[in-house]
C-alpha cells in the first residue's frame, strides 16, 4: 500500500480556513487521493476524493499538485464541530479496503 | 436513520468468553467491512464482504475470529476465547460497488470492546 505522510496535529481559530496538507510521494497513477475524518467518539466520515484536479463538496476542497505527490485538504471556515483527526488515504481501483495511517489531528479554537 | 448501525455498542466481557457484534448496513450497499481501532490508532482493515462472499481476510484476523453475512444483508463479526489484546472499537463501514469505480465507505458509530 503506498504511504501517506501527515503532520500529527493543526491548530486553527474557528471561521478561519484551514489546509490540511498530505505528501505521498509513492502515489501510483491508479491511485484516487481519500480523506476520511474522525469526530470524537465516531466512526469515521468520508470528506472528499480525487484523482488528479482539483475537487470541491459541501464538505471541503481537495488541492491535488500537479505531481500528484502531495495534496492539501481544505476548509473553508473552520467551526468548532470539524474539530477531529483527518486521514489523508490512497485507494487503488483494485483494492477497496481504507489504510488509515495516524491522521492530523484539528484542534479548532473559539 | 438509514445509516450503518452496530450492536452492542459496547461490550464488557471476560477473557475467554466468547462474543458476537453485529452490523446493519445501508440497504442498497452490497459491500460491508470490518475494522479495529484501538486507542490512538487509526482503524486497521480486517475483512470485507461483496454480497454474501467473504472477499478479502487481514492476517490480523486470527483463527479466533469469524465473520459471515448470511444473504447478503446485516453481519456478524465474532470473537472466540476473548483475549485482553482483543479490547478496541471495532467498527462496520459499507459501500456501493461496481466496475473499478472507487466508492466511499459510510460507517458506523462502532462497538467497543473491552475483555477483563
Known amino acids: 500500500d503506498a504511504k501517506t505522510t501527515q503532520p500529527n496535529s493543526m491548530e486553527s481559530n474557528e471561521e478561519e480556513p484551514v489546509h490540511l496538507p498530505c505528501n505521498h510521494s509513492?502515489?501510483?497513477?491508479?491511485?484516487?487521493i481519500h480523506w476520511y475524518r474522525q469526530l470524537p467518539s465516531q466512526g469515521p466520515e468520508y470528506v472528499i476524493h480525487?484523482?488528479?484536479s482539483n475537487v470541491n463538496n459541501r464538505m471541503a476542497s481537495l488541492a491535488i499538485a500537479e505531481d500528484r505527490k502531495s495534496s492539501t485538504l481544505i476548509l473553508h471556515r473552520a467551526t468548532l464541530r470539524d474539530a477531529a483527526v483527518y486521514y489523508c488515504?490512497?485507494?487503488?481501483?483494485?483494492?477497496?479496503?481504507?489504510?488509515f495511517g495516524t491522521g492530523t489531528r484539528l484542534l479548532v479554537s473559539p | 436513520d438509514t445509516g450503518v448501525s452496530q450492536d452492542p455498542r459496547h461490550k464488557i466481557t471476560k477473557r475467554g468468553q466468547n462474543v458476537t457484534f453485529r452490523c446493519d448496513p445501508i440497504?442498497?450497499?452490497?459491500?460491508l467491512y470490518w475494522y479495529r481501532q484501538t486507542l490512538g490508532q487509526g482503524p486497521e482493515f480486517l475483512t470485507y464482504?461483496?454480497?454474501?462472499?467473504?472477499?478479502?481476510k487481514s492476517r490480523l484476523l486470527s483463527d479466533r475470529f469469524s465473520a459471515e453475512r448470511p444473504k447478503g444483508s446485516f453481519s456478524t463479526l465474532e470473537i472466540q476465547r476473548t483475549e485482553q489484546g482483543d479490547s478496541a472499537m471495532y467498527l462496520c463501514?459499507?459501500?456501493?460497488?461496481?466496475?473499478?469505480?472507487?466508492?466511499?465507505?459510510?460507517f458506523g458509530p462502532g462497538t467497543r470492546l473491552t475483555v477483563t
Open positions: 509513492t502515489i501510483s497513477g491508479t491511485d484516487y
Open positions: 480525487g484523482l488528479t
Open positions: 464482504f461483496q454480497n454474501e462472499a467473504q472477499l478479502e
Open positions: 488515504i490512497l485507494m487503488n481501483t483494485g483494492f477497496q479496503k481504507l489504510v
Open positions: 440497504s442498497e450497499h452490497n459491500r
Open positions: 463501514a459499507s459501500s456501493l460497488a461496481g466496475g473499478t469505480g472507487v466508492y466511499e465507505q459510510y
